[in-house]
């Protein structure tokens, strides 16, 4: 407690000194963002015919399941309690944004995403477990839950019905993350999280997050498998990537305006920890690096006739500057939140622990494992398996 | 001395299923929570409030300690504490204000000819709309019948939800439990007719414990008769702490 109040400026409340929300809660709507721009990137080929990115649809798909299987453990973890948390879907509160959350998270994962990749892989999965042996046998018969009839008429009712929950899950992947924007949102104590802006600001960041590591994840996979990059598909995806940050940089350019404009008893105090302690983190990582450069880099792929080596080469920057962006805007509006005083008059500073169990260690550890969960998936479900059957 | 088997049965079984009940019944005495109040007590019958005058508060702290002694609140918390403001001028300078250890040991002589120096006692404001009570995702911490804001700390997940979402910043995690914890105005006193430890110690009695259905409580005089405020009303919580004498300065 002694080496945190030296840490403080100014007044805060006594009970303020110490930061309640740690790196893991600026995770976990990092991870719950990725989860709803993958998605959403991957219903544009099912739902709105952009044939274009049909390569990364079924790696869309995994990689949503992927991160969104990782998005509850940093929340677990933080718990003083983890062990009561299922009272949350036991005796959920209705009026708290965070009970009701748990039952999107699991309208998500149970109706939405599990059910889609099934019905999408299904033909598949039958025919690899008459085809594989030994205990991925066994796996692929597991998967199949019994139902290994592939008939035309069978395959077209997936279709059907995948399609249909396509439809039902981008309003999903919406609500998904938007809630996550009314969790900080709502909290009206907090003047540098309420907004009603927050949930859409909130929801069009993590289309940008999402699209941009799909983009990612796609280009890596095929350097690692040696064949050649779907060129068109890339330009796509940076394409919509481009004109979903616009927007995105836009709404949030409104909130600041609005803040700035209106000035209101908070600016002064918030102002001031832009301009000071949130400064390399807000000013330098999140918006100039992590917004203007990108989104320039971008614009000259849009914009002039570069060859496809360049442009691929300025597509590998611009997306990882762009997914540092949105982890800085996750830090920025999570810690930011509770770097001043609700008395306005002070300010305290978060000190990252290590190996502690909201340290940077479990921090890093649950960044990598939904990469390491993807791995997994890509390698008992490979998202090209339909072009190796037709070819 | 020799048992049947019948008798050892008899005992043992009697040992079990006593020793649990036994330990349990004492327990809830000692804590004194709602379990044991008093059968007189009637909880419809009273809506608890706080009325701080704070012309009178002269900074002792006693207060402070008061409430960590009787409530076994850990170092580094406040259930409840004292603020000081020094307002030098207005316009667009902000006041100084300080609370060393929560004002528990008074405060260090400050100096300052021409400014304008009070103290403000604070403690949760037992808000009727209660921000912390709306977010709570299992509904651990909830408004008692009798107006008090309290916490069940065999619920509670530790999720900090609450704590972000109170804007006076009474709330914090006890580093022991690990749940969120918070003044309960003394509820294990005042439901057996006593007042809060920190009232009662108040040597100015700037600080009254109120009780807002009780006709003949005074309470209602000094709303009558004083201009009263509550912290932050924009927040449209319903405070239940009424100040007198309260500075717009005060936040």
């Known amino acids: 407690m002694q080496s945190l109040i030296h840490g403080v400026q100014g007044f805060m409340y006594p009970n303020e000194v110490e930061l309640q929300w740690s790196v893991l809660i600026v995770l976990y709507p990092f991870i719950t963002g990725l989860v709803a721009g993958a998605f959403i990137l991957a219903s544009l080929e099912r739902v709105f015919k952009v044939q274009a990115v049909k390569p990364t649809y079924r790696l869309a798909l995994l990689t949503a399941l992927a991160f969104l299987l990782v998005a509850p453990l940093p929340l677990q973890l933080h718990l003083g309690h983890p062990e009561r948390s299922f009272e949350m879907y036991l005796t959920p509160h209705t009026s708290s944004a965070m009970a009701m959350f748990g039952f999107v998270y699991l309208w998500y994962l149970l109706v939405v995403l599990l059910l889609e990749i099934w019905l999408d892989y299904r033909a598949d999965i039958v025919r690899l477990a008459s085809s594989t042996r030994g205990w991925r046998r066994w796996v692929y018969r597991a998967l199949t839950l019994g139902s290994s009839n592939v008939s035309e008429r069978a395959l077209r009712i997936d279709e059907r019905a995948g399609y249909i929950i396509t439809l039902i899950g981008i309003p999903s992947a919406f609500l998904l993350h938007g809630y996550v924007g009314f969790i900080f949102g709502s909290v009206k104590a907090n003047p540098w999280w309420s907004t009603p802006m927050m949930p859409i600001v909130f929801l069009f960041s993590a289309m940008v997050s999402g699209i941009a590591v799909v983009m990612l994840l796609y280009m890596a996979l095929v350097k690692l498998r040696g064949v050649r990059i779907d060129v068109p598909c890339v330009d796509t995806i940076a394409k919509y990537l481009f004109y979903t940050f616009l927007i995105d940089f836009s709404l949030e350019m409104v909130d600041l305006l609005h803040r700035i404009y209106e000035a209101d008893e908070s600016f002064k105090t918030l102002d001031f920890m832009v301009q000071t302690r949130l400064y390399a983190s807000q000013v330098v990582l999140q918006i100039l690096l992590g917004t203007c450069l990108p989104l320039a880099l971008l614009a000259v792929t849009q914009i002039f006739r570069l060859r496809e080596g360049a442009r691929i080469a300025l597509y590998w920057i611009a997306g990882s500057l762009t997914l540092i962006g949105i982890f800085a805007m996750r830090w920025n509006v999570v810690i930011g939140g509770q770097l001043f005083s609700k008395s306005f008059l002070g300010y305290t500073t978060y000190k990252l622990d290590f190996i502690t169990r909201e340290g940077l260690v479990p921090a890093i550890l649950l960044t990598l494992l939904p990469f390491a969960i993807l791995w997994v998936l890509v390698k008992l479900l490979p998202p090209w398996l339909a072009d190796e059957v037709k070819a | ?251």
Request: proline share 7%; charged share 25%.
């Open chain 2, 1 to 251: 001395m020799s048992l049947t088997r019948r008798e050892l049965i008899e005992k043992a079984t009697k040992f079990i299923l006593l020793t649990p009940a036994a330990a349990a019944a004492l327990e809830a005495l000692d804590s004194g929570s709602i379990d044991t109040m008093p059968d007189k007590y009637k909880q419809a019958e009273h809506w608890w409030a706080m009325t701080i005058d704070v012309e009178k508060c002269i900074g002792c702290g006693a207060c402070v300690q008061a409430c960590a002694k009787e409530n076994q609140v850990p170092d580094g918390h406040y259930r409840t504490w004292v603020e000081r403001y020094v307002i030098d001028g207005y316009g667009d300078e902000q006041p100084e204000v300080d609370s060393p250890d929560g004002g528990m040991h008074g405060f260090p002589d400050k100096n300052r000819p021409g400014a304008k120096t009070f103290f403000v006692p604070k403690l949760c404001n037992h808000c009727a709309t209660s921000p912390c009570v709306q977010v709570c995702p299992v509904g651990a911490t909830f408004e008692s019948p009798d107006g008090v804001v309290l916490v069940d700390e065999s619920y509670c997940l530790g999720c900090r939800y609450c704590v972000q979402a109170c804007p006076y910043g009474c709330r914090y995690i006890h580093p022991e439990k690990q749940t969120v914890d918070k003044c309960t105005l003394c509820y294990h006193r005042i439901t057996k007719g006593l007042t809060t430890a920190c009232c009662e110690v108040c040597p100015t009695q700037a600080r009254v414990l109120a009780d807002l259905k009780n006709p003949n409580d005074p309470v209602h005089e000094f709303l009558r008769n004083n201009a009263v405020q509550v912290l932050k009303p924009h927040m449209a919580t319903h405070s239940k702490v009424y100040y007198r004498n309260l500075d717009g300065a005060v936040r």
